[in-house]
T-cell receptor
Framework: GAVVSQHPSWVICKSGTSVKIECRSL??????MFWYRQFPKQSLMLMAT?????????EQGVEKDKFLINHASLTLSTLTVTSAHPEDSSFYIC?????????????FGPGTRLLVL | AQSVTQLDSHVSVSEGTPVLLRCNYS??????LFWYVQHPNKGLQLLLK??????LVKGINGFEAEFKKSETSFHLTKPSAHMSDAAEYFC?????????????FGQGTELSVKP
């Protein structure tokens, strides 16, 4: 149980185009999902918290107009990288939260590798 | 404030020998602690979690961790390393009480397993 998928697993795009990444909780409902970015040989950096039916909460320094997040259902959150540039190339990972309070656990997707040319 | 420190950035062991990955945490609240493993170009997989029940937590693939409040530690161990254990390991504390469920990550420990 507690499986999270991401699509696509990798994507190559031209500079200036937009890319959408999907994050799905396959066997549970998640009112809250998280989007992370990971640079090589580094830990995960939280970009934003995605809440079903409401606006996402972005971490300091993350441009909300560049990284659009939509959480339209209890099993799907999407991250759109708008007008992508080479510096946006990275590994993007989502997670979905299961449980509440001290029992809550985040389950992670397999990640999406983005390369912007 | 909560924080996590993984004491070793890289650990190398021989196959069949014990594994010890060290983690210390700081938390003003009752912490929830996790160990996740990440294989190259993959997402994070939950190994085990501590949430104030038994202090010795058993996880998947033979891993276990012991919560020691007096030492503020949550070290990950495995009696016998396997080649497939080679990966990046993250010790994580949950900010469920004061940070909206955000996770605070350690910097990671890369485990190498020699044949």
């Amino acid at each position: 149980g507690a499986v999270v998928s991401q699509h696509p697993s990798w994507v190559i795009c031209k500079s200036g185009t937009s890319v959408k990444i999907e994050c799905r909780s396959l066997d549970f409902q998640a009112t809250t999902m998280f989007w992370y970015r990971q640079f090589p040989k580094q830990s995960l950096m939280l970009m934003a918290t995605s809440n079903e039916g409401s606006k996402a909460t972005y971490e300091q320094g993350v441009e909300k107009d560049k990284f659009l997040i939509n959480h339209a259902s209890l099993t799907l959150s999407t991250l759109t990288v708008t007008s992508a540039h080479p510096e946006d190339s990275s590994f993007y990972i989502c997670s979905a939260r299961l449980g509440t309070g001290q029992e809550e656990t985040q389950y992670f997707g397999p990640g999406t590798r983005l390369l912007v040319l | 404030a909560q924080s996590v420190t993984q004491l070793d950035s890289h650990v190398s062991v021989s196959e069949g020998t014990p594994v010890l990955l060290r983690c210390n945490y700081s938390s003003s609240y009752s912490p929830s602690l996790f160990w996740y493993v990440q294989h190259p170009n993959k997402g994070l997989q939950l190994l085990l979690k501590y949430t104030s029940a038994a202090t010795l937590v058993k996880g998947i693939n033979g891993f276990e961790a012991e919560f020691k409040k007096s030492e503020t530690s949550f070290h990950l161990t495995k009696p016998s390393a396997h080649m497939s254990d080679a990966a990046e390991y993250f010790c994580v504390v949950s900010g469920w009480e004061n940070q909206g469920g955000k996770l605070i990550f350690g910097q990671g420990t890369e485990l190498s397993v020699k044949p």
